[in-house]
């Protein structure tokens, strides 16, 4: 029976680790698109405010919004290569 698992647990990693990350990479962009859109709907009302002040604040809010959207989409993308990391040590450990 512990053989079994051990055998089971090995073909699951195996599966996920011939992946090759492409669902990440679509799920990341995807992220990164949406914080993009967010983005660029604040700087088109930064260009369309008279106060120089508010016009300011939006486009620094865009900013941090597409620098959020790197992370997250750059964290997603990382988080494939910490589960095979992970993986490869469950393997080893068996």
């Given at each position: ?7 089971a ?62 992370r ?23």
């Amino acid at each position: 029976m512990n053989r079994m698992y051990k055998i089971a647990v090995v073909a699951a990693f195996v599966g996920l680790a011939a992946c090759g990350g492409k669902g990440d990479d679509s799920l990341g962009s995807n992220v990164e698109q949406a914080y993009d859109n967010q983005a660029d709907a604040l700087d088109a009302a930064a260009d369309n405010t008279a106060n120089e002040a508010t016009s300011d604040a939006l486009e620094n809010r865009a900013d941090a919004l597409r620098d959020e959207g790197d992370r997250k989409s750059d964290a997603i993308d990382d988080a494939d290569v910490n589960a095979a990391a992970v993986n490869s040590a469950t393997v080893n450990a068996m």
